[in-house]
């Protein structure tokens, strides 16, 4: 009798025990256990030199770090802000984004408190992090701290939006670490200047003219960014002088072909134009026009109510929580001839 309470004993603690386990490793699954990093950190494919340029200043940041650097810094942040192995992959791969910026744009605000935490880490290696900063920059990058307490600026966020979307495929994460993205219009005075002003004087004000000088690639990324918005602009001024400025005929007659190849890049299209034509009532617009493209692509089954995960990445416009042709053209065929291969001085 005491050999049966004894094995009956022995199967209910290996019972508690595989309980005990599966309880845990169901507990521990996180969404991010799904990965979302894309090849060469997703950059947008908008022509083969542009792709080749953006992959060479990728090729020099990865250069820089020191030996050893990037594990010692993974260590810190999943032992300090008890991550996981996934998620730190994710704010990484957010952070060398962030970073790839910081050599194009003369300055860039950090809008993530999840990518920010990478970058504290960094820094508590000092002389690794000085050391890594004039490698890849000849200079110090000194950090702007992500502070919720600051006053909101939306232009200044929406040219970050701007670039960051230009120049990668957002991801479902990028969401998760920037907020949603292209939901402010850009600033007036930022919209005349990418019109009147010479590149020269685009590339002084608002662009890192010293990486441009010193890194490779960089003075040809730049000097894309600057074609592309300058003849988007263009087009999107013949175009309503033809047809007008009501975003539905700009749905239907501009940005439809677009949005079938590119999601995001219509996003970022379809913010320009409500920055430059309807920029004291951006938002309702905004809420407008992609209500109506969600019900158009919702009866075709082309993306769903997401607001495109398509082909580009994944990139979701939903709320969440976040820490061209010159000649205007007139149909979809006649947007965003930068985005098939305008290039600037990275073009074909």
Not at 49 to 71: D, N, Q
Not at 72 to 82: D, L, W
Not at 150 to 163: H, Q, S, T
Not at 177 to 199: K, V
């Amino acid at each position: 009798m005491e050999g049966i309470a004894a094995v009956l004993l022995l199967i209910f603690i290996a019972v508690v025990i595989v309980v005990n386990v599966f309880y845990r490793m169901g507990k521990k699954k996180e969404p991010s256990a799904i990965s979302y990093i894309l090849p060469d950190l997703g950059i947008q494919k908008h022509n083969a030199m542009f792709e080749s340029h953006m992959k060479s200043l990728l090729e020099h940041l990865r250069a820089s770090y020191p030996p050893g650097y990037v594990e010692r810094v993974r260590e810190r942040v999943i032992r300090e802000h008890q991550i996981s192995l996934v998620e730190w992959e994710h704010r990484w791969f957010e952070w060398e984004r962030y970073l790839m910026m910081t050599a194009i744009l003369r300055s860039v605000p950090m809008f993530s408190r999840k990518v920010d935490d990478v970058w504290h880490e960094m820094l508590m290696f000092t002389r690794e992090y000085k050391e890594f900063s004039e490698r890849y920059l000849k200079n110090m990058l000194h950090h702007i701290p992500n502070d919720s307490e600051a006053p909101f600026n939306p232009g200044e966020r929406a040219w970050f939006d701007f670039i960051y979307v230009l120049l990668f495929q957002p991801t479902h994460y990028s969401q998760i670490a920037w907020g949603p993205f292209l939901r402010h219009p850009l600033s007036l005075e930022l919209l005349n200047d990418f019109q009147r002003l010479s590149p020269d004087l685009l590339k002084k004000k608002y662009f890192n003219e010293q990486a441009a000088e010193n890194l490779t690639g960089v003075a040809e990324i730049i000097s894309f960014l600057i074609q592309f918005i300058h003849h988007e602009l263009v087009s999107q001024k013949n175009f309503t002088r033809a047809y007008g400025t009501y975003p539905s005929t700009f749905y239907h007659r501009y940005l439809k072909g677009l949005r079938l190849s590119h999601p995001s890049l219509s996003l970022l299209v379809g913010g320009l134009y409500l920055s430059a034509y309807h920029h004291d009532h951006f938002y309702q617009e905004y809420e407008k026009l992609y209500k109506e493209i969600d019900e158009a692509e919702s009866k075709t089954g082309s993306y769903g109510s997401d607001g495109g995960s398509g082909s580009d990445g994944g990139y979701v416009d939903s709320s969440g929580n976040g820490d061209s042709s010159s000649d205007g053209g007139g149909d979809s065929s006649g947007c965003s001839s930068c985005g098939g291969g305008c290039g600037g001085g990275g073009g074909d």
